[in-house]
């Protein structure tokens, strides 16, 4: 599974408060070989990107302190990250409606797989692969 | 073999968490996150699970006393703990946080504490079954390749 992606070395950016699910979702990016950078808030996602910093991949959660998830997918589409692709996650599974209206890309239930996020990663790298050529 | 024998009562103890419904297919995700690098990986995120929720538990206990008939505030608490649940597959304790959802979505106080008192039972009760896995699993010591025993 994680095989497919090796080599890949993509930038995901994991917005998610919640401890337990911060180190279950870390390592599972971190098997697919994703560099992490972790946010707590939707604000500090936004700040990321405003900052600068580039994702191949966004894993939001839908409920958090400050900003919440969809709150800080629609900001991140205004500043003109159209490219990146964001996948909202939620134990709620009515969530991804409004999740998809916001500007993610797909959504998620919890809990995350490695089947689920493995198909997402290989995705990414097969459209990076194709932007190459 | 002594690890042999604790490995096996490992697994035994692991199955049968499985077959009562404690655990669902989520805790073989979270142990196959396992390698050379992270070999305590699964002890890891559940200690980090039991420490989590007691907190989270905490906090919906303080709610419901401090904010009678605050559904949303009481499910708010009570969908962070299930997402912490879902992650490491504590089927039970999950299926107990839905039930307290549903109460709040019914607006049931009476449920609501019914749930409540269920999904803290299930807490204890996974804690001590899961400390008993790692106690085995950390006495059988890591995971040995068989080899062949006598000489040539």
Known sequence: ????????????LLVEDAAVET????????MFHC????????????????????????LCEKEMPVMNGLEAVEKIRAI?????????????????????????DVFVPKPITLDVLSAIIQEIINKKNNAMV | MEYANLRRQAASLKRSLFDQGYLDEQFCQVEDLQDEASPNFAEEVVSLFFKDSARLVANIEQA???????????DAHMQQ????CFSIGASKM???CTSFRN????????????????VKREHAILRQKLESYFQLLRQAGPARTATRSGGK
Not at chain 1, 83 to 91: A, L
């Open chain 1, 35 to 58: 560099e992490t950078t972790v946010a707590k808030t939707g604000k500090e996602a936004v700040d990321l990107f405003l900052e600068g910093k580039k994702f191949d991949i966004v």
């Open chain 2, 103 to 118: 109460s709040c979505a019914e607006e049931n106080a009476e449920g609501c504490r019914r749930s409540f008192q269920k």
């Open chain 1, 1 to 12: 599974m994680a095989s497919n992606a090796q080599g890949s070395h993509m930038k995901a």
């Open chain 1, 80 to 104: 003109g990250e159209t490219d990146v692709k964001i996948v909202g996650v939620s134990v709620d599974c009515n969530a991804m409606e409004a999740f998809m209206s916001a500007g993610a």
């Open chain 2, 81 to 84: 703990l299930k997402g912490s």
């Open chain 2, 94 to 96: 999950s299926n107990e």
């Open chain 1, 23 to 30: 180190l279950f979702h870390s390592a599972i990016l971190h």
């Open chain 2, 64 to 74: 419901m006393e401090k904010y009678p008939g605050d559904f949303n505030r009481w």
